[in-house]
């Protein structure tokens, strides 16, 4: 077959209403949502911040002081701010270059190198990646060594930030390349029936991602050993076997080389499977609280939360390829983002710019990718109410109370979040919910 991309082999396809669109309507379309999926996000921050402003009611009175309240809302309105400023600067850059064609002239000057379809894409993405980065570097930088160092959470030094972005761009280049690569290559051999393929090869890809990660790749950025033997080890360990919970690996991870946060996570499927302890949590709580952290996680698995979870990634990309698989061909989404075919020649018979195209089809698929996020985060929500339960009826309740609450002050969380921004974003509950709900579970 050849590896040839013309636009008139997706001609037939092209059926969706916003196919039929000129460039010049459909780049007011791509500008529209761009607008209106910032002017949303901008709301919802507002509505946020409002509640910062809130006084300390009485309910918070058995979490933390009025003084580490307003603590809380001091970091909390700084990172807000923060925010804003970092999303509308992203805003401003996007709107720059869709409204001056800058995606389209930046395809055009690496024609200069090259114009064989899938090497002409990694570059494109490799520049459009870095520049990317490098324009946020400022931003980058200050978030993490101004705002997080002087409210005493940073603990990344200068070469360990610099470390981790070569890295970033060296895992990137591979993993994301390889993927692009095989995207790209299916699409010029297949045509429009590359979706089916290509999601079988993202679905074996995700399934290594969750057995592998904590053993290939978080290695790369953070130290992991084995939980020495001793007496949380030995509670853990007695917990497992209670609730015939099969765990034989527990590390610690270097979370104080980054953050004085703390957290806890569980990963991997099968004999891979691993539960990590941040060295900052088993600093700051007690025994009886970090096995609650176990419970909780365990919980998880035992309502099968991480393979519905799964299952529901695997569909959610299955969409989105397919979806994909309408638009890759579209003349009339590269011409509204500036570009031009390959060939110079007309579009009926030039190469499509596929790199152009899968830009167009992210910002016309955002509005859905928000719907599913909805979805998810709420489902999510549910989880985490069922797997606190699941602590609290195998565990008891107190304890994890008590560590939810040393992490939201330890980590100066938002106390309380306004219910709409909870709605959109949060995948976990806020903290007053759930400890409403473990109150609740005493009384079962």
């Given at each position: 077959?050849?590896?040839?991309?013309?636009?008139?082999?997706?001609?037939?396809?092209?059926?969706?209403?916003?196919?039929?669109?000129?460039?010049?309507?459909?780049?007011?379309?791509?500008?529209?949502?761009?607008?209106l999926g910032y002017l949303l996000e901008s709301a919802l921050d507002w509505l946020n911040y409002?509640?910062?402003?809130?006084?300390?009611?009485?309910?918070?009175?058995?979490?933390?002081?009025?003084?580490?309240?307003?603590?809380?809302?001091?970091?909390?309105?700084?990172?807000?701010?923060?925010?804003?400023?970092?999303?509308?600067?992203?805003?401003?850059?996007?709107?720059?270059?869709?409204?001056?064609?800058?995606?389209?002239?930046?395809?055009?000057?690496?024609?200069?190198?090259?114009?064989?379809?899938?090497?002409?894409?990694?570059?494109?993405?490799?520049?459009?990646?870095?520049?990317?980065?490098?324009?946020?570097?400022?931003?980058?930088?200050?978030?993490?060594?101004?705002?997080?160092?002087?409210w005493g959470f940073n603990k990344t030094s200068v070469r360990t930030f610099w470390l981790d972005?070569?890295?970033?761009?060296?895992?990137?280049?591979?993993?994301?390349?390889?993927?692009?690569?095989?995207?790209?290559?299916?699409?010029?051999?297949?045509?429009?029936?590359?979706?089916?393929?290509?999601?079988?090869?993202?679905?074996?890809?995700?399934?290594?991602?969750?057995?592998?990660?904590?053993?290939?790749?978080?290695?790369?950025?953070?130290?992991?050993?084995?939980?020495?033997?001793?007496?949380?080890?030995?509670?853990?360990?007695?917990?497992?076997?209670?609730?015939?919970?099969?765990?034989?690996?527990?590390?610690?991870?270097?979370?104080?080389?980054?953050?004085?946060?703390?957290?806890?996570?569980?990963?991997?499927?099968?004999?891979?499977?691993?539960?990590?302890?941040?060295?900052?949590?088993?600093?700051?709580?007690?025994?009886?609280?970090?096995?609650?952290?176990?419970?909780?996680?365990?919980?998880?698995?035992?309502?099968?939360?991480?393979?519905?979870?799964?299952?529901?990634?695997?569909?959610?990309?299955?969409?989105?390829?397919?979806?994909?698989?309408?638009?890759?061909?579209?003349?009339?989404?590269?011409?509204?983002?500036?570009?031009?075919?390959?060939?110079?020649?007309?579009?009926?018979?030039?190469?499509?710019?596929?790199?152009?195209?899968?830009?167009?089809?992210?910002?016309?698929?955002?509005?859905?990718?928000?719907?599913?996020?909805?979805?998810?985060?709420?489902?999510?929500?549910?989880?985490?109410?069922?797997?606190?339960?699941?602590?609290?009826?195998?565990?008891?309740?107190?304890?994890?109370?008590?560590?939810?609450?040393?992490?939201?002050?330890?980590?100066?969380?938002?106390?309380?979040?306004?219910?709409?921004?909870?709605?959109?974003?949060?995948?976990?509950?806020?903290?007053?919910?759930?400890?409403?709900?473990?109150?609740?579970?005493?009384?079962?």
């Amino acid at each position: 077959m050849p590896v040839f991309f013309y636009a008139k082999s997706f001609k037939y396809y092209a059926k969706f209403a916003v196919m039929s669109l000129s460039p010049t309507a459909l780049k007011i379309i791509l500008i529209s949502l761009v607008a209106l999926g910032y002017l949303l996000e901008s709301a919802l921050d507002w509505l946020n911040y409002t509640y910062l402003k809130k006084p300390y009611l009485p309910q918070l009175s058995g979490i933390l002081t009025e003084e580490k309240y307003s603590e809380t809302v001091r970091y909390q309105q700084e990172r807000k701010r923060f925010g804003f400023i970092t999303a509308t600067y992203s805003f401003v850059l996007m709107l720059v270059m869709l409204l001056t064609g800058g995606f389209g002239w930046l395809d055009e000057q690496l024609r200069e190198w090259t114009q064989h379809p899938i090497l002409l894409a990694l570059l494109y993405f490799g520049m459009l990646m870095l520049a990317a980065d490098i324009l946020s570097l400022p931003f980058q930088l200050y978030s993490t060594f101004r705002i997080e160092e002087s409210w005493g959470f940073n603990k990344t030094s200068v070469r360990t930030f610099w470390l981790d972005k070569l890295k970033g761009y060296g895992l990137g280049a591979l993993l994301g390349g390889l993927l692009l690569s095989l995207l790209l290559w299916l699409v010029l051999e297949l045509g429009q029936n590359f979706w089916l393929y290509f999601w079988g090869v993202l679905i074996l890809f995700m399934l290594g991602a969750n057995v592998f990660y904590t053993s290939l790749i978080l290695p790369l950025f953070n130290k992991l050993r084995p939980l020495t033997a001793g007496a949380l080890k030995t509670a853990l360990e007695t917990y497992s076997q209670k609730i015939n919970f099969p765990l034989k690996n527990i590390y610690v991870i270097d979370g104080s080389k980054r953050s004085s946060k703390a957290n806890a996570f569980f990963a991997g499927l099968g004999k891979q499977k691993k539960i990590v302890l941040y060295d900052t949590l088993i600093e700051k709580h007690t025994e009886e609280e970090i096995v609650a952290v176990l419970a909780h996680e365990a919980g998880h698995y035992k309502k099968r939360h991480i393979l519905k979870g799964f299952v529901l990634s695997v569909l959610q990309s299955g969409l989105m390829l397919f979806l994909l698989s309408r638009f890759i061909g579209s003349e009339t989404l590269t011409l509204a983002l500036g570009g031009t075919p390959l060939g110079g020649t007309p579009l009926e018979a030039g190469l499509l710019p596929l790199h152009l195209n899968l830009i167009g089809f992210g910002l016309l698929y955002s509005p859905i990718s928000m719907l599913l996020g909805l979805f998810m985060n709420s489902l999510s929500r549910k989880h985490e109410y069922q797997a606190d339960a699941y602590a609290a009826q195998t565990y008891g309740a107190e304890p994890l109370q008590e560590a939810l609450r040393k992490l939201s002050v330890l980590n100066l969380s938002q106390p309380l979040p306004h219910p709409w921004y909870v709605w959109v974003h949060y995948s976990h509950p806020p903290l007053l919910y759930r400890l409403d709900a473990l109150e609740k579970q005493k009384q079962v």
